[in-house]
């Protein structure tokens, strides 16, 4: 669509225009790469440098984590000593959707057996990921202001996967590292057997 004439003289556009100043620093909302990992029968995957307080958000990008064993989990725990231990205590809440390859159960509810209250154990963020040779899961995991020594380590994920029983599902979780102390390593594992293939990214986001 043109721009007509009487637009166009009402916004002077025969003036020049100059900006007079500085422009520094990184776009906000701009989306850092720092690490990309890539499984091969690898027992579990861990970042352990660059999570700093360098950036007040960390995004975690999964492409295609396929698993070595069929119906199997897929989980996450956080470090405070830079990878030497995982164990931090959890509270998180999760809930699916899903719907067959039939075209049949399909459903939308709470899922009781993947939260964890007050917990040291591993976070599920995949479960029943299917193993046969075109099954994954595929997502993202943010991770809020984990250099904090005042606040809890907020998080949430969003997922899809193959399941082992046909089925599409999504996997949404929400949490938090119920600790001041700053989380400097994160690590990714199914519950059995290794991570056969996949790719993991970190980004730091520019707030």
Known sequence: MALSRLKADSLNLADN????GDVTGEAVGALNLLQTQTASSSASISFTTGIDSTYDEYWFIFNNIHPATNDTYF????????????????????FIA?????????ALSYNAGDDLAQSTDFQTLCRRVGGENDESCSGILKLYNPSST??????????????????????????????TSAINGINFKFSSGNIDDGTIQMFGVTQ
């Open 75 to 94: 989980k996450f725990q956080g470090s405070t000593n830079g990878g030497s231990s995982y164990g931090v205590t959890i509270t998180t809440t999760n």
């Open 17 to 20: 225009f100059t900006f007079t």
């Open 98 to 106: 899903e719907h067959s390859e039939a075209g049949t159960s399909p």
């Open 150 to 179: 005042t606040y809890v380590k907020h998080f949430i994920s969003d997922f899809n996967l193959y399941q082992s029983q046909n089925f599409s599902l999504r996997s949404l979780t929400a949490g938090y590292f119920n600790t």
